[in-house]
C-alpha cells in the first residue's frame, strides 16, 4: 500500500510535545485514534492505518509521553491521570471533537479502556488489543524494573542492542517469522538513545503500583461498546482475562486471535483490520454532519 497514505508531523496535543502519524478518510465515516503500548511508538499502527485509508475511513496515531518522540511525563503527577488527560486530547483532535473509536495496544489498550470509563462522550466504541492491568504471568508482575528496562551502566549498550531484537520476537509475537524486520529494528532504535531509554525506566518503576495493584478500569462501568482482540498466544496480558470482560462489560465482543502474540496489529494486521471495520460499522459510529478531512493539531 501506498506510504502517501500516512503523513508524519511533530505536534502538540494536550500540551505536550509529540508526533502524530495521520490518514484522511471520507467525510460520512468515523474516524479511529490509535494509542500503542509500553516501550512502542506511533509506528506500530501503520499498516492497520493504511488498510483502514484505504476503506475511507480516517485516523490518527500519536506517540505517546515518555514514549518515541514525545515529551516525558511529569515526575510529580500520576502516570493514568497524565496518560488520560492527553488520551482525551488526542480523541478530541483526531475529529473536531467528534466521537471516534479508540483502539489501544497493552498499555495503550488500557488507557482506550480508561478514555472510555471516563469520558464516553469522546468515543464511539473501544477496541482494547490485548490491554494491560489485568491478568498477567507471574513473573511479569515480580519482575524488577532494572532486568525490564536497564538503565545506563547496567547492561553494556552493545548487549542490549544484540538482544533487543531477539527479545522483542520471542516474547511479542506468537509467531515471530510473521513480524517485518523493520519493525524490530524501529522498536530496537528506542533503546539506543540514552535519554529515551531513562524516560521508559522511570515510567517502569511507577507502572506496577497504579496498573497492577490499584485495579484502574472499572469495566463495570464502560458504558461504550467494547471489542478486546486477544492472542491466543499472548505471552504478556494473558488471555484469561477473558472471564473478567464477560462478566463485566455491558457490551463486549471478544475475539480470540489463534496463534497471535501480545500485538496483533503487527503480527496480523489484515485480521486486526477486518474486526475494527465490523466493529465500527456495529457501533453505527458515523457521526451526523459534515467531517472534515483534517484532524485540528496544533504544530510543533
Known sequence: MPSELLRTDPVTIGGVP?????ADGDADKVRFLFLHGFSDSADCWQRVQKRLAAAGHGSLAVDQPSHGHADPLDPDLPLIEQFLAFAAAAARATDHGRPVVVVGNSLGGAHALLLGQHHPELVHGVAAISPAAFDHPGWFRILDSRFNVAPDGVVPAVVRRALAGPAMRAVGFGMPHRVPSGFV???AQSWHDPARR????DLATRVPAEY???????LCAIDVPVLALWGTRDRLTLISSRERFEQDCADLEFVALPGVGHMAQV????RTTKHLLAFAERVDASAPGARTAEPELASA
Open 212 to 218: 497492577f495493584h490499584a485495579d484502574p478500569v472499572d
Open 18 to 22: 509529540t508526533r502524530a502519524v495521520r
Open 185 to 187: 529494528r524501529t522498536w
Open 198 to 201: 531513562r524516560a521508559l525506566h
Open 267 to 270: 503480527e496480523v494486521p489484515g
